[in-house]
């Protein structure tokens, strides 16, 4: 069985609740790449964002 896990660093920030609501009906994991400046030079989303992500949420989230 396929499963549909967009990832998160491609929403729209300015509109991230709305896009979480998208995966919410369309998809079946939300991925989340948590880069945190350390193991990897980028910079992604911190756990500030992730606890929002995560209300809103109605599907599992996926990280690495």
Do not use: C, Q, Y
């Not at 079946?28 to 992730?50: A, E, Q, T, W, Y």
């Amino acid at each position: 069985m396929v499963k549909i896990a967009p990832s998160l660093l491609s929403a729209d920030f300015l509109n991230l609740r709305k896009d979480v609501r998208l995966v919410n009906e369309h998809a079946d994991i939300f991925h989340l790449d948590i880069m945190d400046g350390s193991f990897v030079p980028n910079l992604s989303f911190g756990f500030p964002v992730v606890e929002a992500i995560a209300e809103e949420a109605r599907k599992p989230l996926d990280t690495h």
